[in-house]
């Protein structure tokens, strides 16, 4: 780790790579915090269980990433997913043969991916209404074509392709030699399910293409100005179309790989799914607009988003909560989004900056955690609530407000109180405790540092002006 | 015609923009009961005073006076409540609404905020008698053509009850009966005791309604004259350009190659009729026209932007055929847009990604695989070579100052094996030192044996640079004019529409 404050040079630099890789370092801390504070958590079986987990949201994320990057969205990916999972169960039924009813599954979403790309490029229809179209057509077709049951399939051989060893699921520590476990009979890679390789060789490919090929940096220069990509001689439409059947073919296979790992086509199956890939899209900072994404940043937003269901899932949080954990976290990087596009360039010291993302992005989960709880411990109604303050303080203090700038201040001077309280106290990990005391005296001594509040206020000032 | 005080005012009004004095001490009256024409070119300053006028933007120094009082806008809210009502080009109605609906808009008569559809449509009705229009007020605006949405705007505009009522172009939409109507009805609010401001290019119409004449040229007030009577055609035209040529362009005569370009009875949306024109290698071209001429119509045409309803495309004395940017970039034709901001950078992408959008795929591997080096090496190539100002390959374009933009844009087409270039308004926007940098550029570009046809709404820039100028007049060719016989009066005199075609047809012979 680099030092801002010793050296002046230093200070672009950082933020440079702050302005490139945020998110890296924001999935780091919350990576650590999570080791830390939950129980089994950072176990290999663990990790390898939440890769797999994510690996339809993050096969999808890779085309969805062009599809944001060319300034469009695609909503309708999650009927897809149950569409093409259900049409290969079915076409397995009836023909007997896996390998056809695999490539009817991944054809029939490139099908719809295609009807997309013609509707958005040519006919100049918003991506929102076209989408949301689809979406409901392709549901209706998944529940006509299942009959609105779940489609069984026999053959061993299709459940090779989402095979996941046996083990991991029982989560006990591997009897099976580390690097080639042998489950049911069959390979798996170094112990990871097929999903995960099928996922990272989804990022590789799409990486490469994005940033190494005519075609990615085009999508990225459509997003960023249509017309502009055209006069520049840039076959604009024919490019949106091929985004959108890529986004289709991918998403019908990533759905014949859920029906895979499932054993059976579900027609209502991921209900939420299209947002769970865009809020895994945007965290990872492709920017709503179009024009700005990376796969880097797609990946960490993947891996944020499951890294914190899967210890909501450890920490037998209700499932309910979950679903306010992943708006909420949705909207903070919503928010991101809009701050960082916000943000005049170098009108921030850079620590508030990395400080205001890690806030942003960890006080919506303590948030949660604690009205998890709060029925064994009333006590943390009232930090739930502090914490509710102090993320409405730290947005405002964007906007610059000196109300925002002293209940900061209030709530360091709390937050320093309860940490030491609760690590005596709670009989909590006093490492965790050790770690908050570190994070908030070091914010503490930054914050009255009187040459970084004059650099705060000036910069107020210039904005208002 | 009234006299004495005039009731408003323009007091020493000064507005700059970054790189242009948009307006630079600009006083004169207008008075109660007259119709005032404000004329000058393209850039003189005209539209600025109006939404200075409007309260869009605010004077940084100088004062408007109505009736001797100080009134300084902040909103046009403030102008409209002060009685001031600014007519522009572009509607600004509702659509969707009936036109009853938006005459009242803002307005509408209402009992605890339940509208009053009766005295709605009473209002309106009686105001539109007024101006004897026979419009539906229960028609939805969208129906309506052209002309009759621009007597709405006009009647929302006498509604308010303004005493100041400025028009800006009114007549572009309208036809022959309509501008009479519109006159009888200027007219009628001249006799009502309103001060009227009239800009128009159109110089028979000015003749035919206004009371006075002032004249901007570089956002500078230059005459008024009072009396329309006396005033002769030809003296307003030389107040109009009458500036001395700053020597900024360094021309020098070159040697011109084979036809670069030859388009052949170009027919298409814009054009009123069939355009044919040539141009040799290292030869520049300008077209000159007014605003609406079809210069950048005929431009975009050739480059394919608008799909052309008939006529051939030679290039280099090969036919080519153009139905989409990318076969004119193909063919070696590029354009710089007009609008640099919309149609012209990628503002959240680098410089480097900026220069290489369209070339990259000489350099890439089966043009799909790109090469980071090649790319990098390209962009640093154009920087050094146009002298692009930035602090580095990576920076994105938005940050750059608009010559700089504008240098990357060329960078783009250099990157290119590029025959023709086709340059819209290649200088708006950009200050003075960055315009003498792509003036070199154009002429250093010319003299490789780039065929250049410029667009430019800038008399000095097109008499600086071309070696012919083709001057477009509503959607028409019609005059061209070699530089040594180029001059400023004729080439307005020229672009300025007019309804006797007999008397251009003698100018341009």
């Known amino acids: 780790m680099t030092r801002p404050s010793r050296s002046a040079a230093l200070g672009p630099a950082v933020r440079g790579v702050w302005d490139r890789a945020g998110m890296i370092l924001v999935f780091a801390v919350l990576f650590v915090v999570l080791s830390v504070t939950v129980r089994n958590f950072c176990t290999w079986d663990n990790l390898v269980f939440l890769l797999l987990q994510v690996s339809t949201v993050g096969m999808v994320a890779c085309t969805m ?31 007997g043969s896996v390998a056809m009813g695999i490539f009817c599954g991944v054809l029939g979403g490139g099908v719809v991916g295609l009807i997309n790309g013609i509707i958005i490029a040519e006919f100049r229809i918003n991506a929102l209404i076209a989408t949301l179209a689809t979406w409901q057509v392709v549901k209706g077709l998944a529940l006509i074509v299942s009959d609105g049951k779940a489609v069984g399939v026999a053959q061993e051989e299709f459940f090779l392709l989402g095979r996941t060893p046996a083990d991991l699921i029982v989560q006990h520590a591997g009897a099976l030699p580390g690097w080639l ?28 293409l994005l940033n190494r090929s005519t075609f990615g940096r085009n999508t990225l220069a459509i997003g960023g100005n249509r017309e502009a990509a055209r006069l520049a001689g840039i076959h604009v439409n024919r490019t949106k179309i091929i985004i959108f059947t890529l986004q289709g073919l991918v998403t019908g296979f990533a759905g014949v790989v859920l029906a895979s790992r499932m054993t059976s086509g579900q027609p209502n199956t991921s209900v939420g799914f299209s947002l769970d890939v865009i809020s895994a899209c945007v965290l990872g900072g492709v920017a709503l607009s179009g024009g700005v994404g990376t796969m880097t940043g797609t990946i960490v937003g993947v891996l944020i988003m499951g890294s914190v269901q899967n210890a909501m899932n450890l920490l037998n949080i209700d499932a309910f909560y979950q679903f306010v954990a992943r708006g909420v976290i949705l909207l903070a990087a919503v928010l991101l989004d809009q701050l960082k596009n916000s943000r005049p360039a170098g009108a921030r010291p850079l620590l508030l900056e990395i400080w205001t993302w890690a806030v942003l992005l960890l006080l919506p989960v303590a948030l949660i955690l604690e009205l998890v709880m709060v029925p064994q411990k009333p006590v943390l109604l009232v930090d739930a609530l502090v914490n509710l303050a102090a993320l409405v303080a730290v947005l405002a203090l964007r906007s610059g407000r000196k109300l925002a700038w002293l209940s900061l201040q209030l709530y360091f001077a709390y937050g320093i109180g309860v940490s030491i309280w609760w690590g005596w106290e709670s009989g909590g990990s006093p490492l965790w405790a050790a770690l908050q005391v570190l994070h908030l005296a070091v914010v503490w001594v930054y914050f009255y540092r009187p040459a970084v509040r004059r650099f705060c206020q000036v910069g107020r000032f210039a904005e208002s002006a | 015609m009234a006299s004495g005080q005039p009731y408003l005012e323009f007091d020493a009004i000064s507005k700059r923009f970054p790189g242009v004095q948009a307006l630079d001490q600009v006083s004169f009256g207008v008075s109660a009961g007259s119709v005032h024409a404000l004329v000058g070119e393209n850039g003189a300053g005209k539209s600025t005073l109006l939404k200075v006028l409007s309260g869009v933007y605010a004077p940084d120094q100088g004062q408007v006076r109505l009736a001797g009082q100080v ?48 005295r709605l449509r009473r209002l309106a009705q009686e105001e539109l008698n007024f101006l004897e229009e026979d419009i539906d007020v229960d028609a939805k605006l969208s129906r309506l053509p052209i002309a009759q949405r621009q007597m709405v705007e006009i009647a929302k505009a006498l509604m308010r009850d303004a005493s100041v ?34 800009v128009s290019h159109r110089m028979d119409e000015i003749f035919q309604v206004c009371d006075r004449v002032t004249v901007l040229r570089d956002g500078r007030h230059v005459v008024t004259f009072d009396e329309m009577g006396a005033l002769d055609r030809d003296v307003l035209v030389k107040n109009m350009v009458g500036r001395e040529l700053r020597d900024i362009y360094n021309y020098r005569p070159r040697d011109l190659g084979g036809p670069a370009l030859e388009v052949r009875e170009l027919e298409g949306p814009g054009l009123a009729a069939p355009v044919s024109l040539s141009l040799a290698e290292g030869e520049i071209v300008a077209l000159f026209g007014l605003v609406g001429a079809g210069r950048s119509e005929l431009l975009k045409l050739v480059y394919g932007d608008q799909a052309a309803r008939g006529g051939t495309l030679l290039v280099r004395g090969r036919p080519v055929r153009v139905r989409h940017p990318a076969d004119a970039v193909r063919a070696g034709v590029m354009l710089c847009p007009e609008d640099r901001k919309k149609e012209g950078i990628v503002p959240i992408r680098s410089v480097a990604d900026n220069i290489n959008l369209s070339a990259r795929r000489h350099f890439s591997f089966l043009r799909f695989v790109i090469s980071p080096r090649a790319e990098r090496a390209n962009a640093q190539a154009m920087v050094d070579k146009l002298s692009i100002r930035t602090p580095s390959l990576g920076q994105l374009v938005m940050n750059l100052s608009g010559g700089n933009q504008q240098k990357t844009i060329l960078g783009r087409w250099l990157s290119e094996n590029v025959k023709v270039l086709l340059l819209d308004e290649p200088t708006r926007g950009i200050d003075v030192g960055a315009k003498s940098e792509i003036y070199n550029i154009i002429f250093e570009l010319a003299r490789q044996g780039i065929g250049i046809l410029l667009v430019s709404s800038e008399l000095p820039e097109v008499l600086g640079l071309a070696d012919r100028v083709l001057v477009m007049r509503q959607g028409r060719l019609v005059a061209e004019v070699p530089r040594g016989q180029a001059n400023e009066e004729d080439l307005l005199r020229l672009a300025l529409p007019e309804s006797d075609p007999a008397a251009h047809r003698s100018l341009s012979s």
């Open chain 1, 65 to 95: 990433l062009f599809c944001l990057a060319s300034g469009d969205f695609d909503l309708s990916v999650e009927a897809v997913i149950a569409f093409s999972g259900v049409f290969a169960a079915v076409v397995i039924a009836r023909t």
């Open chain 1, 181 to 208: 476990a042998w489950a049911d009979g069959h390979y798996s890679l170094l112990r990871v399910p097929n999903p995960v390789w099928m996922m990272l060789g989804a990022f590789a490919l799409f990486g490469f």
């Open chain 2, 71 to 118: 009134r300084s806008f902040r909103s046009t809210a403030d102008a409209i409540a002060a009685g001031v009502a600014v007519i522009y080009q572009e509607l600004h109605l509702v659509g969707e609404m009936s036109v009853a609906e938006n005459l009242l808009l803002g307005n509408l008569p209402n009992r605890l905020g339940i509208v009053d559809r009766k």
């Open chain 2, 165 to 198: 009522i400025a028009f800006d172009e009114p007549t572009s939409s309208l036809s022959d009966r309509e501008v009479r109507k519109l006159f009888a009805v200027i007219r009628q609010l001249r006799d009502r005791g309103r001060a009227i401001i009239y």
